[in-house]
């Protein structure tokens, strides 16, 4: 059994921004909101997030 390929992007707009895993154009996970200027550290959420549940993130 392979494991499930998602894409990890952020979302968000002036004021906030959290991470997301997607596969096709369902959300399969949303992190938590952070302060607008920290897209990095939403988009390692997301990448973590897909480490523990053994999903792989496509590039």
């Known amino acids: ?3 499930p390929r998602v894409r990890a992007v952020t979302i968000g707009n002036g004021f906030a921004v959290r991470g997301v ?3 096709g ?15 990095e550290r939403a988009l390692y959420d997301a990448h973590q997030e897909a480490g523990r549940r053994g999903w792989e993130v496509a590039r």
């Open 1 to 3: 059994m392979t494991a």
């Open 25 to 39: 154009r369902e959300e399969l996970w949303v992190g938590p909101l952070r302060p607008a200027d920290q897209h």
């Open 21 to 23: 895993l997607l596969a």
